[in-house]
């Protein structure tokens, strides 16, 4: 994971916002990474003649700077310096700008979610900086606990074009790390009783081609020395990849997402979205 040399962090102070940061502290200090920490509060709506104009700035910004110097501390007790950015407006838009302007390689969000409503939205702001940058994200779960090594990846993908991203980034961490690597392709089944033999003979079909897509990944990953697990599984796709990745005991779950323009960037691959919705490891998105 060495080519992570800049790393940004999107930090609002919950409890999944310090794991994520301090979870990209390690990896920072695995690979002597550049941080940047941002943290984004919404525009004053209220009276500004009411606060008067030597106030405006503590009360615009006071929040926000509470959070980076919190930043701050956790970073400085995980033995790693950071530099911090204090913006105003919506989340999504300022992580990807900062992004952009600092050609990071990688931005690193936390996810809440413990219920099924909550797992299944993911988070408002997670979902739409996946949809709306072009740089990879890596979204870690709340009660994660990273073991400082990337020593297994579950590389999940449904044989497309823009699998690709994600096959390559998979590869070249496992190499890098010498991570153990399995591929999943999912097979959704939605058989319809009036039609059961129709399904039967339509399942199978896509058993078949599934098969082809983690074989193919399986040649290409042998060509680069890298010994492959492949499965192919039957169900909701968010679903049997979260559950291998936990049977397995992954480190993470990479994945590509679908969708660059208009609304298919706010809403993002639902698949996808599930997937980090309901992982127990974290979830790297590559684009």
């Not at 800049?6 to 940061?21: H, P």
């Not at 990745?245 to 992954?250: F, I, S």
Request: aromatic share 6%.
């Amino acid at each position: 994971m060495s080519r992570y040399k800049k790393i940004l962090v999107a930090y609002d102070g919950s409890e999944t916002a310090k794991n994520a940061l301090v979870f990209s502290a390690k990896l920072a200090k695995q690979d002597n990474s550049w941080i940047k920490v941002l943290a984004v509060v919404p525009p004053y709506d209220g009276d500004l003649d009411l606060i008067g104009i030597s106030n405006i700035k503590e009360t615009i910004e006071g929040p926000g700077e509470e959070l980076l110097a919190e930043a701050r501390e956790i970073s400085q007790n995980e033995g790693v310096h950071i530099l911090t950015n204090l913006a105003q407006g919506e989340p999504y838009e300022h992580i990807s700008s900062v992004a952009d302007d600092e050609n990071c390689d990688l931005i690193v969000m936390g996810r809440q979610g413990v219920d099924h409503f909550e797992r299944e939205l993911m988070g408002n702001v997670t979902a739409r900086v996946i949809g709306y940058t072009e740089r990879n994200i890596l979204v870690v779960p709340e009660n994660f606990t990273w073991n400082d090594k990337w020593d297994s990846i579950l590389v999940a993908t449904d044989g497309s074009s823009n699998s690709e991203a994600a096959y390559d980034e998979a590869l070249q961490i496992a190499q890098k790390c010498s991570a153990r690597i399995a591929v999943i392709s999912a097979v959704k089944t939605d058989v319809n009783n009036e039609a059961v033999a129709f399904a039967q003979a339509a399942v199978s079909a896509l058993e078949r081609k599934a098969q082809n897509v983690v074989n193919k990944f399986k040649e290409r990953a042998a060509e680069m020395g890298i010994h492959v697990e492949t499965f192919v599984r039957l169900g909701e796709p968010h679903q049997v990849i979260t559950d291998l990745a936990t049977q397995l005991g992954m480190t993470a779950i990479v994945m590509s997402t679908h969708g660059k323009t208009g609304i298919k960037r706010l809403l993002m691959g639902s698949v996808t979205q599930r997937t980090i919705g309901y992982a127990e490891c974290p979830v790297l998105v590559v684009h």
